[in-house]
């Protein structure tokens, strides 16, 4: 109830905003709506468990493709409609599986992994990748090992490469290359938690600090979000921006928010590595006022 009331107020206001200032949102983009903490790791559970459910269908179409493969399954169609059985099955098994991965990485951008055990975060994070193997691995190591009478020749090679494929595509996708994990997504709402927009490019990863900023001046398709209260909470802009899979400061917006005296300590920058604590801002903080 609550929440539908939310949506109304920020429908209208946003239409407001659009029939005032058309011009105003032509040039800073498409505002996004943030989430509370509450709000974020809901919707994180759900994309979860829809993940989990996607890989077990997922591995069951890989199930269903080795039984074609071993003759345990008989499909409709003569002989040589049983090849294109496995094909079907494998491509199924690839559409769920690259579902799940963005779906999964989807919700550790939402709320992110703790980071005290890397290797465990590694696999927590990358969880899209690894299934891409457990959804391929076995059936591509059964074709190799089949026997003639299961499978003849061409067919072997057909279904090896198509699966490999797959396979590739499906890690690939399933990877985050832009993982993020909760103390420093902490970090970069507490150090820039203040910057009332932040801005993005639909597909890019990092995000913006300042509207003229040289890498998105001239972009048409920039996203931002505004730091707001949302059921009592302050949902600053930055978190959003994170949200939607940015997870690194632009290099040019750290450069002018160090410029400013800001502490960038503990947030991700846009090559993946963590700000240390800058030391003109220490200097600055150690001074004596007087
Ligand atoms: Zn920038």
């Given at each position: 109830?609550?929440?539908?009331?939310r949506?109304?107020?920020?429908?209208?206001?946003?239409?407001?905003?659009?029939?005032?200032?058309?011009?105003?949102?032509?040039?800073?983009?498409?505002?996004?709506?943030g989430m509370t903490k509450a709000e974020e790791?809901?919707?994180?559970?759900?994309?979860?468990?829809?993940?989990?459910?996607?890989?077990?269908?997922?591995?069951?179409?890989?199930?269903?493709?080795?039984?074609?493969?071993?003759?345990?399954?008989?499909?409709?169609?003569?002989?040589?409609?049983?090849?294109?059985?496995?094909?079907?099955?494998?491509?199924?098994?690839?559409?769920?599986?690259?579902?799940?991965?963005?779906?999964?990485?989807?919700?550790?951008?939402?709320?992110?992994?703790?980071?005290?055990?890397?290797?465990?975060?590694?696999?927590?994070?990358?969880?899209?990748?690894?299934?891409?193997?457990?959804?391929?691995?076995?059936?591509?190591?059964?074709?190799?090992?089949?026997?003639?009478?299961?499978?003849?020749?061409?067919?072997?090679?057909?279904?090896?490469?198509?699966?490999?494929?797959?396979?590739?595509?499906?890690?690939?996708?399933?990877?985050?290359?832009?993982?993020?994990?909760?103390?420093?997504?902490?970090?970069?709402e507490?150090?820039?938690g203040?910057?009332?927009?932040?801005?993005?490019?639909?597909?890019?990863?990092?995000?913006?600090?300042?509207?003229?900023?040289?890498?998105?001046?001239?972009?048409?398709?920039?996203?931002?979000?505004?730091g707001e209260e949302i059921d009592g909470e302050f949902v600053p802009?930055?978190r959003?921006?994170?949200?939607?899979?940015?997870?690194?400061?632009?290099?040019?917006?750290?450069?002018?928010?160090?410029?400013?005296?800001?502490?960038?300590?503990?947030?991700?920058?846009?090559?993946?590595?963590?700000?240390?604590?800058?030391?003109?801002?220490?200097?600055?903080?150690?001074?004596?006022?007087?």
């Open positions: 109830m609550e929440e539908k009331k949506t109304i107020t920020k429908v209208q206001s946003s239409r407001k905003a659009a029939s005032e200032a058309a011009e105003e949102v032509k040039a800073t983009g498409k505002k996004v709506e790791k809901s919707k994180a559970i759900t994309l979860r468990i829809v993940s989990a459910i996607l890989w077990v269908l997922a591995i069951g179409c890989e199930v269903l493709a080795m039984l074609v493969i071993l003759k345990a399954l008989r499909m409709p169609g003569a002989e040589k409609m049983r090849i294109w059985w496995i094909i079907i099955f494998l491509v199924a098994d690839a559409i769920l599986c690259i579902i799940a991965g963005f779906l999964w990485k989807k919700a550790a951008h939402l709320a992110p992994f703790k980071k005290n055990n890397k290797f465990v975060f590694f696999i927590l994070t990358q969880l899209g990748m690894i299934m891409a193997a457990v959804c391929f691995l076995p059936v591509i190591i059964l074709v190799l090992a089949s026997k003639e009478d299961k499978l003849d020749k061409k067919s072997k090679i057909i279904v090896t490469i198509v699966a490999v494929v797959l396979l590739l595509i499906t890690g690939l996708l399933g990877f985050d290359f832009n993982p993020i994990d909760a103390d420093t997504k902490a970090a970069a507490n150090q820039l203040d910057y009332k927009k932040v801005y993005w490019t639909r597909f890019g990863h990092k995000y913006h600090l300042y509207e003229d900023c040289q890498a998105i001046k001239n972009s048409t398709d920039v996203s931002y979000s505004e802009a930055v959003v921006a994170m949200d939607n899979g940015c997870t690194g400061l632009c290099a040019f917006c750290a450069r002018d928010a160090e410029k400013e005296g800001k502490e960038l300590k503990g947030v991700v920058l846009e090559d993946g590595t963590i700000a240390e604590a800058d030391e003109t801002a220490n200097d600055l903080t150690v001074a004596p006022e007087e």
